[in-house]
């Protein structure tokens, strides 16, 4: 029993460390590794609230989804 209590709550500790979302300059650090290993040579990630008018394309969402990593070439 005090096994199986230990596991809920080792389980639900995780699970609260997930939801809260990767740290957005980390996300934006690997977004653009990745466009950079693509070739792409001129353009910017912008990290704004979710829902704000950006213009650009939104390619990533962090901080448990507050906020987005708009993409714009340029």
Same mark, same amino acid.
């Given at each position: 029993?005090?096994?199986? =209590? #230990? *596991?809920?709550? =080792? =389980?639900?500790? &995780?699970?609260?460390?997930? *939801? @809260? /979302?990767?740290?957005? +300059?980390? #996300?934006?650090? +690997?977004? &653009? @590794? $990745?466009? !950079? *290993? ?6 910017? #990630? +912008?990290?704004? !609230? $979710? /829902? &704000?008018? &950006? !213009? ?8 448990? /989804? ?7 070439? /340029?």
């Amino acid at each position: 029993m005090k096994k199986l =209590l #230990l *596991a809920i709550g =080792l =389980l639900s500790m &995780a699970g609260t460390v997930l *939801a @809260a /979302g990767k740290p957005c +300059e980390e #996300l934006k650090s +690997e977004i &653009a @590794a $990745k466009i !950079d *290993a693509k070739g792409v040579s001129s353009y910017s #990630l +912008e990290i704004v !609230d $979710k /829902g &704000a008018t &950006a !213009d650009g394309e939104v390619v990533g969402s962090c901080e448990g /989804g507050t906020k987005e990593i708009v993409y714009k070439r /340029g």
